[in-house]
């Protein structure tokens, strides 16, 4: 499914009750990194009230190449003037999911948000997938920080 490097092609596919018109995610820039997805809402919109969330369909399902990702980031503007925010951020969806893709979204803002039908709701970002191999050891290795956590190489 890849044309040329930098380059990798996701496929998508309607769900049943989608409205098609709204078009596929889309990259708003040249330098994108994340490509926009809407709220598909045919049947209307959602209002979630401050504290509240909602799983927002957004009318595709979604075929990523093994060996690839698709997180689900939150749009800054959406942020920052209505405190909307993703539960899950970033959300993954793994190459092997073929189901609907839906967007996790709460209103962390102080006054009720309404989605809107065809709203871009979130932002979409193709990322490598590199597996690991876990081992259980009975020690690791040393460092400078050793086992120093939240704060230890801060100001102090």
């Known amino acids: 499914m890849t044309a040329e490097p930098g380059h ?4 998508f ?3 049943d009750d989608a409205d098609r018109s709204l078009g596929l ?4 820039t040249p330098g994108a990194a994340g490509a926009d997805v809407r709220a598909n809402l045919p049947e209307g919109d959602v209002t979630l009230v401050p504290g509240a969330r909602a799983l ?3 009318g595709l399902k979604i075929e990523i190449p093994h060996g690839y990702e698709v997180q689900v980031r939150p749009r800054s503007g959406l942020a920052l003037k209505h405190g909307l925010m993703l539960v899950n951020s970033p959300g993954t969806i793994d190459s092997d999911y073929r189901g609907p893709l ?8 102080e006054a009720a948000f309404t989605v809107t039908h065809g709203m871009r709701i979130a932002q979409l970002v193709v990322a490598p997938v590199v597996q690991a191999g ?3 050891q009975d020690r690791l290795s040393g460092t400078e920080r050793g086992e120093g956590g939240f704060g230890s190489t801060g100001p102090r």
């Not at 995610?25 to 708003?28: D, E, G, L, S, T």
């Not at 839906?102 to 803002?109: H, K, P, Q, R, Y």
């Open 56 to 58: 927002i369909p957004t």
């Open 134 to 136: 876990f081992t259980l």
């Open 13 to 15: 596919a309607w769900t």
């Open 25 to 28: 995610p889309a990259y708003q």
């Open 8 to 11: 990798v092609e996701i496929a």
């Open 102 to 109: 839906g967007i996790i979204v709460l209103n962390a803002g």
